[in-house]
């Protein structure tokens, strides 16, 4: 019996909206492929079955507001209206609390996507992608509503702190290993280094060059922060190193229009300055209580990005 024309159409659209959906996932970490994104579905769901669960749905509805607004085929399919959906759901499930989270996790991965399309627009003519902004827009917003709105409940682990009563505490065990994997494992809010070696398994399945600028990304931030002087803590936790990996991985090769030796020196110096401006960023946002998220790899990509504009040859 032949296949009926109206399935056959329905399974294609869903077929369509679940690799733009994973595609969405992977463009977390600036890559364009569906089993990329599978596996770090995978990798979210072995750490936490919700974390998994809210990461497709966050995808999937940014997507689908890419493909319902009218918004460019091509930008959808690539899954451009999908990544800041996947880190805002990720980020407010795990800084909101109450029984109403889910709700409110979901409404921001739906303001996420409208947000990247007027960014986009706004951008358009600057030739400086948008990267994780909206995400970081939305999340921020939210934590800071938090304190007037009694509906959303901040969760226990953001405290705002007095900067005149703070101290930089260096001891802490040195385990390069586990900074190693946790690096790349903090892109998605994990901080286990079992997920974290499954995600770079991720990235060396889309590209060896992707893999081997994440490692040499997060490998600069470790030996950078620790020779700075950092909080041994928040070193081998890979909070110094996720932005890193982001920005070598941008800056070398997804927006690289240099010869090859230059653009791996530019990756590898604009990794090195995502450690200062992560302390800075960091200190500045003490007393709010927020966490920096990517908004160091989001400033060093732009001041490599922008000063190419005027600087070619940088």
Not at 53 to 59: D, E, F, K, R
Not at 114 to 143: Q, R
């Amino acid at each position: 019996m032949p296949k009926n024309k109206n399935a056959t159409l329905t399974e294609g659209k869903f077929l369509s909206l679940m690799s733009a959906s994973l595609k969405g996932i992977s463009q977390v970490i600036l890559i364009e492929n569906v089993i990329t994104g599978l596996i770090i579905l995978l990798s979210l769901t072995i750490y936490s079955y919700y974390l998994g669960l809210i990461a497709l749905i966050s995808a999937i509805i940014g997507t689908l507001i890419g493909k319902l607004g009218g918004a460019d085929e091509d930008s959808v399919n690539q899954g451009l209206f999908g990544y800041n959906s996947v880190l805002t759901g990720l980020a407010l499930t795990l800084l909101l609390t109450g029984a109403n989270q889910w709700i409110f996790v979901l409404i921001g991965a739906a303001v996420a996507a409208i947000l990247t399309a007027a960014m986009m627009h706004f951008m358009k003519n600057t030739g400086i992608p948008i990267l994780t902004l909206p995400f970081i827009i939305v999340t921020w917003f939210t934590l800071l509503v938090s304190y007037r709105l009694e509906a959303i409940q901040l969760s226990a682990s953001l405290v705002p702190q007095d900067l005149a009563h703070w101290e930089l505490n260096t001891a802490g065990k040195v385990n390069w290993l586990e900074g190693t994997f946790t690096g790349i494992g903090q892109v998605f809010f994990l901080d286990n280094p079992y997920c974290g070696a499954l995600l770079f398994i991720a990235v060396f399945w889309a590209s060896w060059k992707f893999g081997l600028f994440a490692i040499l990304g997060n490998a600069v931030a470790l030996l950078t922060s620790y020779v700075l002087g950092g909080e041994h803590s928040l070193i081998f936790m890979g909070l110094y190193g996720y932005n890193a990996i982001l920005t070598s991985l941008a800056v070398a090769l997804v927006f690289n229009q240099n010869r090859k030796h230059i653009a791996t020196i530019s990756g590898i110096s604009a990794a090195c300055l995502t450690v200062p401006i992560t302390a800075s960023v960091t200190t500045w946002l003490l007393p709010y209580g927020l966490p920096s998220l990517t908004m160091p790899f989001i400033l060093s990509t732009w001041i490599f990005l922008g000063a190419k504009k005027v600087l070619p040859n940088l």
